[in-house]
């Protein structure tokens, strides 16, 4: 039997070229499985945003095709797995502003995923900020992946928002 290095699964002396898993006493394997009646492409979804829960534990970028989706897919989530007296939304806020999602500057990107979070969760003031930010960068915003979201799932996405801005304005 050849003799192994400890905390290691790879014989003493080389390594086979394979990548062989490491057993130390930090390493922990988790799964958490989709539900059972979900579909490969919603499988796939719960997959990514548990990643994001955990990139957002530890202050790490989020991953997914349009960013916006990924930030309200998060905010689903951290509301799953964390309930009680936590504050899931002010964790929320520090953590894309650590991260910089709310820097909109230049950023259309950030702007329209922030957007699109601010009005799914009908989050005035972060709203009228994105959009101000859009409007500034309006040439720009075509270019944006996130751009492609807004206008899909709205298809007068300036009807939409002016709707949006007289509705919140009639309430002062």
């Known amino acids: 039997m050849t003799p192994r290095t400890p ?8 390594s086979s ?23 490969r492409e919603d499988s796939f979804q719960w997959h990514i945003t548990t990643r994001n829960f955990f990139a957002f534990v530890f202050g790490k970028p989020l991953v997914g095709t349009h960013l916006g989706r990924s930030l309200i897919d998060l905010q689903e989530r951290m509301h799953l797995f964390r309930s009680g007296q936590i504050n899931n939304h ?16 230049n950023c259309p990107d950030y702007a329209l995923a922030m957007l699109y979070y601010a009005e799914h969760y009908q989050l005035q003031e972060l709203w009228v900020d994105a959009f101000a930010h859009c409007v500034g960068m309006n040439d720009n915003l075509c270019l944006s992946t996130e751009f492609e979201v807004c206008t899909i799932l709205d298809s007068t996405p300036a009807d939409h928002s002016t709707n949006f801005l007289l509705a919140n304005m009639s309430r002062h």
């Open 7 to 14: 905390g290691s699964n790879t014989p003493q002396g080389g």
């Open 90 to 105: 002010e964790d929320f806020i520090v953590y894309a502003e650590k991260l910089g999602y709310l820097n909109f500057v």
């Open 17 to 39: 070229g394979a990548a062989t898993p490491v057993d130390t006493p930090n390493t922990c394997e988790l799964y958490i499985p989709a539900l059972d009646d979900s579909s």
